[in-house]
Structure formats: C-alpha cells, structure tokens
Nanobody, 123 residues
Framework: QVQLVESGGGLVQAGGSLRLSCAAS????????MGWFRQAPGKEREFVAA????????YYSDSVKGRFTISRDNAKNTLYLQMNSLKPEDTAVYYC????????????????WGQGTQVTVSS
C-alpha cells in the first residue's frame, strides 16, 4: 500500500529552475531514506540525490552537485528536489524512491518508486 507520487516537472530553458515534489504514504516515510533518480530515453536509470530519514545526510551525483538540493518534510510526508541552473543534459523522467535503511546510490536498493515526472530542458 506504499505509494509515491511525483509532481513539478515541466519545460524549462537552460539556466532555469524547477522544484520537484514527491508525496509519500506514511509507511514509506517511516521506512527510512529516500532518493531521486532519473532516466533518459535509451539510457540506464541513474542516481541523482538521496537523503536520510532525518535529513542530516544527503548525497548527490557529481553531475548535479552544487545545482540540485534534496530535502524532505516528514510532517508533510513530502520529498523535494530543487533544481537550479538546469542544463539540457538534465532532461529525463525523474523518479522518487524509498528504502528501509540508509541512503544509497543504487536504484536496485530502493523498493518503492513513484510513476515519474518529465523534466525537459531546452537549449
């Protein structure tokens, strides 16, 4: 019965910003860490960012570090990804995910996934 629902994707010009949200069930938030992954057509799903349950520990891929910020509000059962200075190579479907432990970078280590939200960055 765990469910994750992403929102906030859309079209944006290079250099612009978007804020993604992921609404989660109480059970999902109680399980532990959450993360963001993305997948472009013809490519593997790749790690973007992850955060511990408390929010004290965050991790980012090298490609987004300094531009993206992951955060969570457990009282609202919501995960966020603030994306600034967007580049065309950021274009992908973005997925939020949850796992019952510490944040990791491997998609296979997350058991719960949202349906994804499209982010398109134009040149």
């Amino acid at each position: 019965q765990v469910q994750l629902v992403e929102s906030g994707g859309g079209l944006v010009q290079a250099g612009g910003s978007l804020r993604l949200s992921c609404a989660a069930s109480r059970g999902t938030f109680s399980s532990g860490a959450m993360g963001w992954f993305r997948q472009a057509p013809g490519k593997e799903r790749e790690f973007v960012a992850a955060i511990s349950w408390s929010g004290a520990n965050t991790y980012y891929s090298d490609s987004v570090k300094g531009r993206f910020t992951i955060s969570r509000d457990n009282a609202k059962n919501t995960l966020y990804l603030q994306m600034n200075s967007l580049k065309p190579e950021d274009t992908a479907v973005y997925y939020c995910a949850a796992r019952g432990g510490a944040p990791t970078k491997g998609a296979h280590e997350y058991g719960y996934w949202g349906q994804g939200t499209q982010v398109t960055v134009s040149s």
